[in-house]
């Protein structure tokens, strides 16, 4: 629609708005008689009705009887909170492990009706084309999905393989995309502060176009904060610590307080409000990472308004931080965010406010969830066949491919070993004495320290790199993932290698996934043909494969708290202290490969 199409559209849809208000026409909505959450003033306002006109609301205060039509819908709230929808100011659907049509089914059922979506980790496996595959499925749907162009792709240049890369005027073309708000959270900080001409080319980009450029800061030095600031970047997520938190938002940054599966920083961070008493209107609440059994279990974004409530926050206040003010950092406030006049007809029915679960989910003036049911038939979306075909061996893998050779036949080596440090996205660096047989390192159960692989699987180049760690607690068997972040190579690990062998190719037969093998059998699977990162089942299906595979994990001797993400994060060479790649083991304190031998 040209720009004079689009002026007309809305003059004659804000007139219609109008003349609902009005009473001159009815309306196609009305909820009567509940206690209106004003995001606006802080305020509940009992006996409060809202009128509806389309997708929009025309009115909020009191019906009149004219309002009311024919064919008008009316709900009784009977006194019943009703809430604006909540919005998730950033989020990756992929790590629900969710099609982004499934992943709205949960989402729109827990209340939430808005999210601005990063879908980094497809862009680092089918680039621009990939980003657009998920931005256009998120278009069709009821839930509103916005997104946030992925700027670091890869993670880095120098330390592994990604399957693609984005480019300053790749991200120039993404940001004209209708529906796309920003930038994708800017994890290159270090590049960022030193004058990475690609990282400021993109911001500057994205400045231009008018749009919001979300960050990622997780380094406590006050003068790179400055530094990263300056350079336009405008918020954070990876705020663990009130006190940094106070830091920030001194300095004009706005903070994501982030509640996903793994990364739980209510608890903390949201003590800047409750002991420092700060004005909220900066701050905002995240999942950032929601696995598919938190969904069903706790919820999506009602889930992180009720932990703050739990650690003393208002409730009003919490819900301020999950609507206006996420709407309000986008620049979309005239749009979502609160209930009032002219704004998109998103709200829920909230009978408690304290447990922040929905009885009726409105978005867009339509019915989405009642009676513990989705009420909206929802539209498919089909991948293109490359999508589901991406993980690309040379041949199928043998077990003598995973092991570990050096020039010397016997004896001790002194190697380095990535620690996996349970509950954390970080790893550490320790030493360890290993025997040598017949030229090959051998692995020590004892110690806890397991045969480690990184395959690179985008291009078929048959290049593997092996390591070894020690964290996981391995006795038996071999688990394997193409959910890898940030490059999404194949990752495969255990202490049988003919088992891990056969984990690896089982992923490149089904299109991706992760698979859990002992003694040459799969105990457990979770096919992930969506770029191997998301499944094409329904929430339900999905939640019970990874409960199998949790099995699984247990079964081979691992019990560690979410071995999933912490084996999926550890070839993640943005995060300290060291990492697997496809090209080796990475140093990520100098961003420079290392050897795995030390001396021998």
Known sequence: MNTVGKRTKLYEAAKRLGEVALGKRPADLIIRDGVLVNVFTGELLEHTDVVVSGDRIALVGKALKEHEGQDTKVIEANGQYIVPGLIDGHMHVESTMLSVTEFSKAALAKGTTTVFMDPHEIANVF???GVRYMHEEGQQLPLKVYTTFPSCVPATDDLEDAGASLTVADIQEGLTWENVQGLGEVMNFPGVVYGDSKMHGEIAETIKAGKTV?????????????????AGVTSDHETIAKEDALAKLRAGLHVQIREGSAWRD???????????????????LVTDDV????LITKGHMNHVVRRAIEEGLDPVTAIQLATINSARYFHMENDIGSISAGKFADLLLIEDLQQMEAATVIADGSIQFENGELQQAFPAYTYPDAV???V???????????????????GDVQVNVIKAIEGSARTEKMTASLQVKDGAVQIDKKQDIIHLSNIERHRGTGQISNVFVHGFQFQRGAVASTVAHDSHNLLVMGVDREDMAIA?????????????????????????PIAGLMSDQPLETVVGQVGELVKAWEKLGCSITDPIMTF?????????????????????????????????
């Open 291 to 294: 696995y598919p059994e938190t």
């Open 388 to 390: 589901r075909r991406s």
């Open 266 to 284: 209510v608890k903390e961070v949201i003590k800047v409000i409750t002991e420092y008493n700060v004005d909220t209107r900066n701050i905002s």
């Open 504 to 528: 690896a190719n089982r992923l490149a037969e089904i299109g991706g996934g992760l698979v859990a093998v002992l003694d040459g059998e799969i105990l457990a699977e979770l096919p992930m």
């Open 568 to 600: 999926s994060l550890i070839a993640l060479p943005v995060i300290p202290e060291i990492r697997v790649t496809n090209r080796g083991l990475a140093d990520v304190t100098t961003f420079k490969l290392i050897d795995v031998i030390i001396s021998e």
């Open 392 to 410: 690309h061996l040379t041949r199928d893998m043998q077990a003598d491919d995973f092991l570990y050779r050096t020039d010397r036949p016997d």
């Open 127 to 129: 680039g621009i084309e």
């Open 214 to 230: 979300t960050g990622h800061f997780p380094s406590e030095d006050p003068y790179a904060l400055q530094a990263y600031i300056a």
